[in-house]
């Protein structure tokens, strides 16, 4: 991780590089006295990914500071002050600081703050890494699964909300959507469910066929709404669409298990995560039906 520091203090920017340092948490690659020259062209060409600033500086303060660069700077921002004011500490947080230390500087405070925001750098590297090999593995070809969504209620805005909005199986849903809306959502087995569906379908010539084609596209999308739920969980636990998902549409202790491997910096395969298909689309029939 590269690390900026600004504070008008040099102890205390030397006493975060030694801890820096001693804890291999970083390699500090500027170090500033003053906020006056920070803007994103000096972040981007050091590459830094968490800025360490000090709240109350001559001149420009740590907030100013920050409320100019934080739209375009990706990184985390860590703000020190001897101020304790709940008032400045909400502005700071309001302005885009992610996390607030106390001064005088405890050092295990400052490894355990660092320790954090470098995994929450990893994770959110490694999920962004996840969800662009997953949307490589959508098919562009103009298919029956790849055509416009139906603007019917609900459903595309979930399917978005779960990752899959142009997923292999994405129309497929709303196809299925559309028939259990059609037939007041009655329950079938799956397999009549799917045959039902490619039934309606203009061109169908062989329905068993295509029902089953129509399985394997709905297992690969539910199992990339798995990976993108758990990896939102991985990154953030508290962020609202997991809480509200992972119950809903998935087994949940299958999920966190997920979790764990993403946390490994690694990707479980289908055949390791269990799709209970009927759950998922009967939970989505009762979302765009409320």
């Not at 600033?53 to 860590?78: Q, R, S």
């Not at 106390?102 to 320790?115: D, F, Q, W």
């Not at 925001?117 to 562009?140: D, G, I, M, Y």
Request: proline content about 4%; aromatic content about 6%.
């Amino acid at each position: 991780m590269k690390i900026m520091l600004i504070d008008d203090d040099e102890a205390i920017r030397m006493m975060l590089q030694d801890i820096i340092e001693d804890y291999n948490l970083g390699e500090v690659a500027v170090s500033l006295d003053s906020a006056a020259t920070l803007n994103n062209g000096l972040l981007a060409l050091h590459h830094i990914d968490i800025l360490i600033i000090d709240m109350l500086m001559p001149g420009i303060d740590g907030i100013e500071a920050v409320t100019k660069i934080k739209k375009g700077f990706a990184g985390k921002v860590i703000m020190l002050s001897q101020v304790e004011s709940k008032d400045l500490v909400g502005k700071a947080y309001g302005e885009g600081v992610d996390y607030y230390i106390t001064k005088p500087l405890n050092r295990n405070e400052i490894v355990s703050v660092l320790k954090n925001v470098s995994e929450h750098l990893r994770l959110e590297a490694f999920a962004q890494n996840l969800q662009h090999s997953l949307a490589n593995l959508t098919p562009q070809a103009n298919t029956a699964s790849s055509a416009a969504p139906k603007p019917a209620a609900k459903g595309p805005a979930i399917l978005q909300e779960l990752g899959i909005a142009t997923a292999p199986g994405a129309q497929d849903l709303l196809d299925i959507l559309d028939w259990l809306n059609q037939h007041r959502g009655q329950g079938p087995s799956l397999k009549m469910l799917f045959t039902s569906v490619v039934g309606m379908r203009p061109d169908t010539a062989d329905a068993a066929r295509e029902a089953k084609a129509m399985e394997q596209r709905l297992r690969r999308t539910i199992y990339q709404a798995h990976i993108h739920i758990a990896t939102l969980g991985a990154v953030d636990y508290t962020d609202p669409r997991f809480e509200q998902y992972a119950p809903l549409y998935f087994d949940y202790a299958n999920i966190r298990n997920t979790m764990r491997q993403i946390e490994d910096d690694q990707k479980p395969r289908l055949s390791q995560v269990h799709i209970n298909m009927k759950k998922f689309i009967f939970a989505l029939h009762d979302a765009v039906t409320r």
